[in-house]
């Protein structure tokens, strides 16, 4: 295989090996557009090896200052069982169907494939949390997003506000 041809300016010399670091964006409901979703296995826990579906959202509004900006919620696709009650707790699944507008796969339990997701609309509900991993102790508490929630888009959601961002910090 032949080599490629590429020209590099000085500050592409200088340059120090780091990649980009973006802070959590404030709670609230994001437009988002299923821009990438495949089925993946979880990795550690007590779930370990069963199937989760793996989404990447991507805030789709020119009007928020966060457009662009990418959510990756994990959705499990194995009945989840509440640990206090023992009985099915797959709130998050059923948002997820409804949001995507395949809420007929609740009653049939049949979820369709992650390539059918890509490219629906849907409001996330994002929230921001310290992050419990991957931070030495002692150091200042970090932060990141989670995805809690998702609901349709639709008319009467964005007429309702619900589209916005609902932190009540910021103006």
Do not use: H
Request: glycine share 8%; net charge neutral; proline share 6%.
């Amino acid at each position: 295989m032949a080599g490629f041809k590429i020209d590099f300016s000085e500050e592409d010399l200088k340059a120090e090996g780091s990649s980009a670091k973006y802070d959590p964006v404030p709670a609230g409901d994001y437009i988002c557009v299923v821009s990438d979703a495949e089925i993946a296995e979880v990795k550690n826990g007590d779930n370990k090896g069963k199937l989760m579906l793996k989404v990447q959202l991507t805030v789709e509004d020119e009007a928020n200052p966060f457009n662009n900006r990418k959510f990756f919620p994990n959705i499990m696709l194995f009945t989840v069982y509440d640990k206090q009650t023992g009985k099915p707790n797959n709130f998050y699944m059923a948002q997820w169907l409804k949001a995507t507008g395949f809420a007929g796969a609740l009653e049939t339990g049949i979820v369709p494939e992650p390539e059918e997701f890509k490219g629906k609309k849907l409001i996330a509900n994002v929230l921001r949390k310290k992050k419990s991993y991957g931070v030495d102790p002692g150091a200042p508490a970090e932060y990141e997003n989670s995805v809690k929630g998702f609901q349709p888009l639709n008319d009467e959601t964005v007429a309702a506000g619900k589209a916005k961002r609902t932190n009540k910090l910021l103006p």
